[in-house]
């Protein structure tokens, strides 16, 4: 299930994410940037000719081909700053995904996208729409899958993912493609779990 699949990760970079959530503790950025080595780590394991990660706040910029390696490179190269764009950065990553389908590039299981994030999109029903919209271009089920992983403890963007992973199918998607974790919940779980529960939920 795991295998033969493609993985990006879209991370998070606005503003808020240099914020510590407990005093003196570690900021969510230091905090998204393990979870996200360890999430490429193991995806590399799958997928060996690297992941594409995304990091956007108010833009976004895409890196190809990335090894577990090269992570720590990518957050070193960039500071949180700015705000929460997230639906252009999940249509070009959906859309990303669709243009390589039509040409034969994906991997026969399709694709799971992992975004990284602490709040609440600057424009929510643009992001609900972009995944109407990709949910609406599927074939099957499991072939596109988003999670969206919450660091740091956000309340609204707690009830904002949730809403998320339970409404969206009877917005009009065609497909529940949507799960969210918590860092509490990725405590308790394996990342191979975090990654099955992504496809599977």
Same mark, same amino acid.
């Given at each position: ?74 957050? +070193? ?6 705000? #929460?764009?997230?639906?252009?950065? %999940?249509? &070009?990553?959906?859309? @990303? ?52 992983? +919450? ?6 963007? #707690?009830?904002?993912?949730?809403? %998320?992973? &339970?409404?969206?199918? @009877? ?31």
């Amino acid at each position: 299930m795991l295998e033969n699949r493609d993985y990006t990760i879209i991370i998070d970079k606005s503003g808020s994410m240099s914020t510590p959530d407990q005093p003196g503790g570690r900021s969510r950025w230091l905090t998204a940037q393990e979870s996200t080595f360890a999430l490429a780590s193991k995806c590399e394991q799958f997928d060996p000719d690297g992941i594409t990660v995304y990091l956007f706040s108010s833009r976004y910029k895409r890196y190809d081909n990335v090894t577990s390696s090269k992570v720590k490179q990518i957050f +070193q190269e960039n500071d949180p700053s700015g705000s #929460t764009d997230m639906a252009s950065v %999940l249509k &070009d990553a959906t859309n @990303s995904y669709f243009e390589r389908k039509a040409t034969g590039q994906t991997k026969p299981a399709g694709e799971t996208i992992l975004v990284v994030t602490d709040g609440e999109p600057d424009d929510p029903d643009a992001l609900e729409k972009v995944i109407i919209a990709a949910s609406g271009r599927m074939e099957r089920d499991e072939e596109l899958a988003i999670s969206f992983i +919450q660091v740091g403890t956000d309340p609204q963007a #707690t009830q904002f993912l949730k809403h %998320l992973d &339970d409404k969206l199918q @009877s917005n009009g998607a065609k497909f529940d493609i949507c799960d969210t974790v918590t860092m509490e919940d990725m405590e308790e779980m394996s990342l191979s779990e975090v990654l099955l529960n992504a496809i599977l939920d």
